[in-house]
């Protein structure tokens, strides 16, 4: 299962922007967050919080790994 589709669709988004799985470049928080209808502040939180997610998930995400 794909980690990221534990992410609200907000996280996601930002996630995809910022990492640019959506427009294939690492865009600048001004632009996803302009993109998006929301500052750049909140953009990077929310790149945090997405992070923070994610890196909760690594360990059960590599034990299913090594199961597999």
């Known amino acids: 299962r794909n980690m990221r589709s534990e992410l609200t ?7 995809n922007l910022r990492f640019g799985l959506t427009v294939g470049s690492l ?5 996803v967050g302009q993109r998006m209808g929301i500052s750049r ?7 945090q919080q997405a992070l923070k997610h ?15």
């Not at 865009?27 to 632009?31: I, M, V």
């Open 9 to 15: 669709p907000q996280l996601m988004d930002v996630f």
């Open 27 to 31: 865009p600048s928080l001004a632009y």
């Open 41 to 47: 502040e909140r953009v990077r939180q929310l790149e």
């Open 54 to 68: 994610l890196r909760r998930r690594k360990a059960t995400f590599q034990g299913y790994l090594a199961a597999g």
